[in-house]
Nanobody, 124 residues
């Protein structure tokens, strides 16, 4: 089992940037895909971005493509989500997760371990 701790959330004005971090414990982090999801009030948790075990492949939801960048540093057991040009509709609790496989993954069922979430609020 991998334990995940997200950080870096906060309040930012529209057009601003934030970088989320996801620190993982456990030796399996570097061999697994990673993902970021988000959940807005009253809505289901949704896929945001994913990266494969080596960092050579990434995939984004259409709503964030071109504005968000997912990356990872396996030496530090940490994944990141750089969020630029933020919009009020990006307001949500953001969760990182470790996939069951080395590949990237876009559905919740493909992930075994989840962080507790970090709040991101974008004001207009």
């Amino acid at each position: 089992q991998v334990q995940l701790v997200e950080s870096g959330g906060g309040l930012v004005q529209a057009g601003g940037s934030l970088r989320l971090s996801c620190a993982a414990s456990g030796r399996t982090f570097s061999s697994k895909g990673m993902g970021w999801f988000r959940q807005s009030p009253g809505k289901e948790r949704m896929f945001v971005a994913t990266i494969n075990w080596s960092g050579s492949y990434t995939l984004y939801a259409a709503s964030v493509n071109g504005r968000f960048t997912i990356s990872r540093d396996n030496a530090l057991n940490t994944a990141y989500l750089q969020m630029d040009s933020l919009k009020p509709e990006d307001t949500a609790v953001y969760y990182c997760a470790v996939a069951r496989a080395p590949q990237s993954a876009t559905t919740e069922g493909e992930y075994d371990d989840w962080g507790q979430g970090t709040q991101v609020t974008v004001s207009s």
